[in-house]
């Protein structure tokens, strides 16, 4: 089955630069990466998804990368701001989006 | 619309008890899933049911059971609740069809089994 590996488990930046976290997969047939913001206490909330048939997908200061050779895909946030400040979760699935494998999380910390 | 809700948000069981999860969506979508998350695995799929009628095992079903009662509803039962099934609850949904991937999430219920 699917294998996702996310790195690293914590980040902690200088608010207004960049933050990059990556994920790799194991499944070559997984076509669908799921970002998910989580705040502490709160439920995950997707912040911004990318197909396999697109390489990169921007919304404002985020963006994610995708690499199919190489599977793995990237989130970047720049411009970082205290609100970005919690746990962020990649995914991959091949099923139609049902079957989400989550990676293990990323703490990112935004130092004022 | 309150989205994908949850009942209880806390709970604390003895070994060997038996209780139901409840989760329940107004945005008329047709697949739901049920999740655990513990600390430094992420979120795992425990079950999820497509459609109405259906529903699937996920990574980790084992302890659990689960029922499609209808298109809004979907219940997570844990027959003789273990240590090891401490966690958080957390029920999603999706609209499931081609193109709309997006999965919400409802608050999430506490669970401890002491």
């Known amino acids: 089955g699917e294998n996702v590996e996310q790195h690293p488990s914590t980040l902690s930046v200088q608010e207004g630069d960049s933050a990059v976290i990556k994920c790799t997969y194991s499944d070559s047939a997984s076509n669908y990466f799921p970002w998910y913001k989580q705040e502490l206490g709160k439920r995950p909330q997707l912040i911004i998804d990318?197909?396999?048939?697109?390489g990169e997908k921007k919304d404002q200061r985020i963006a994610v990368t995708l690499n199919k050779t190489a599977k793995h895909f990237s989130l970047h946030i720049t411009e970082t701001q205290p609100e970005d400040s919690a746990v962020y979760f990649c995914a991959a699935s091949s099923q139609g989006a049902q079957k989400l494998v989550f990676g293990q999380g990323t703490r990112l910390t935004i130092n004022p | 619309n309150a989205g994908v809700t949850q009942t209880p948000k806390f709970q604390v069981l003895k070994t060997g008890q038996s209780m139901t999860l409840q989760c329940a969506q107004d945005m008329n979508h047709n697949s739901m899933y049920w999740y655990r998350q513990d600390p430094g695995m992420g979120l795992r799929l425990i079950y999820y049911s497509a459609s109405e009628g259906t529903t699937d095992k996920g990574e980790v079903p084992n302890g659990y059971n689960v029922s499609r009662l209808n298109k809004r509803e979907f219940s997570l039962r844990l027959e003789s609740a273990a240590p090891s099934q401490t966690s958080v609850y957390f029920c999603a949904s999706s609209l499931g069809a081609s193109g709309t991937y997006e999965q919400y999430f409802g608050p999430g219920t506490r669970l401890t089994v002491t």
């Open positions: 990318i197909r396999s048939n697109v």
